[in-house]
Each structure stands twice: as C-alpha cells, then as structure tokens.
C-alpha cells in the first residue's frame, strides 16, 4: 500500500507541474500582442494613457496636415513595456508592417514607437523615407529631441516635438549636423590635411635626392589616381496605405532616476 501511495503523490506532482508550466507559458510568456491600426486621420494608439484627447487631436492634426501636402504617413503607438519575449527593434518592426503606414507604391511611411516604462523608444523608417530620414537623422531626432523631453516628463512635448522634427526630415528641412557627427567631419579633414603634407614632404625629400624626375613623377601620379579612385567609391477617414519596411531606422531611450512613470 505504501508503494502505490507513493506512486499516486508521483503522478499528482508530475500533473501539478504540467498545469503550473502550461499556466506559465500562456502568460508571461506570451507574445505582445500588436494593437489594431488606427484610423488615418487619427494615427495615434496610446496605451499608457500619457496623451489627453486634446493632445492626440492635436498632434493627429498636425500629421494630417502634412500628410495631404505630402502625402506619406506617420503613426504613433505608446505601450507600457515591451515584455521579455520581443526585442524593441523586432516588435516595431513587426508594428509598421501589420499596420501598413505610409503608401503601398512609395512606402512612405514612420513609426514612432515608445515603450514608456521600459523607457525605450524607436523611429521605424519606410522603405520610400529612407533617403530622407536616414538612420543618423532618425538618431538625432530621438536624442536631441524626443529624449531631453522624456527626461524631464514631458511626455507630450517630445512626441509633438519628435513628430515636427520627423515632419522637417521629410519636407528636407532638417539638414543639421550635430556636435559629433561636426567632429567626425573635422577629424576626417585633419586626417586628409596631414596626408597631404606627408606626400608633399616625401616628394621634396625625393627630388632632393637625386632621383630621376619621370620616376618622381609617376609615384606622384600613382597615389593621384589611388585617391580618386576612393573618393568617387566614397560618394557613392481610412487607414495606412500598405507601405514596406525593411528595418531602417534608429532606437534610442532615456533614464532618470527620479522620473516616476
């Protein structure tokens, strides 16, 4: 009798388990859900309830009005977190492309996408907007933009602020450069300068040495022709439309420490 009381209290265990495991499967560890797409003239989904109606009627106008002098589409879409089952990129990703933002032919779309409590944001940039929002430009945006806003709790602001800024990129308006990528481009020009004064010295040096001029002559034409060979390699009422996404964009997020959410 003992052995079949043991088996019995096995098998209880052994069914517990599976129940707590499927339980747990079907919970936490379930997919984010994707929200139903917005109308177009609306295009905004705030699940944390960070935006009043007045404020999504505002922004919502705002697209709109760019939208029919533009045509391409902005959406906007706030969620508490993210969960553990997607990573911020893959989950905007998947957004952009079941709602369809920006239209089918030109894919001129954007997303902006803000995990508010996991303080993680993202710009997901349609196939057609890539030239104009680039992955920098998209990068500034949220960093010198959307972020400062966030940090202080304006929440409103950064994505009115954000929207207008992704509105400039789109009209060719917002061709700045910031501090670092000013300092890239200043540390690339004193590296060519300094090159260029090293084949000035090493010319002199030769010529100075007695060497032939032709053979003078054709090193000088071989790095010439080395150079422009680099640089021309160098400088090489209704809903979303259906546009296409490939992943191009920026993400980004913000921290404070006393910021309640």
Known sequence: MRWRSLAVGLVGLSVSAILFGWLLS????????????????????????????????????????????????????????????????EYSLKVARQWGIGDKKKSNGVLLLIAKNDRKMRIEVGNGMEGLLTDARASQIIR???????????????????????????????????????????????????IFIVVIIATRKGSRSGKRRSNRWWWIGGIGSGGSSNSSGSSSGGSFGGGGFSGGGASGGWENSNLRI
Do not use: C, H
Not at 30 to 56: F, Y
Not at 164 to 192: P, W
């Open 26 to 89: 079907g919970t936490a560890f379930a997919k984010l859900q994707i929200p139903a797409a917005p109308p177009l003239d609306r295009p905004i989904v705030d699940q944390t309830k960070t935006l009043s109606n007045e404020d999504v009627s505002r922004i919502s106008n705002l697209i709109n009005a760019e939208r029919q002098k533009k045509s391409f589409q902005i959406g906007v879409l706030m969620i508490p977190t993210l969960g553990s089952d997607d990573s911020l990129e």
């Open 144 to 194: 010198n933009t959307i972020t400062p806003k966030f940090r202080s709790g304006d929440y409103t602001g950064g994505v009115e602020a954000g929207v207008k800024r992704i509105i400039d990129a789109a009209e060719g308006k917002d061709q700045s450069v910031d501090s670092e990528d000013m300092e890239s481009i200043i540390s690339l020009i004193f590296i060519i300068v300094l």
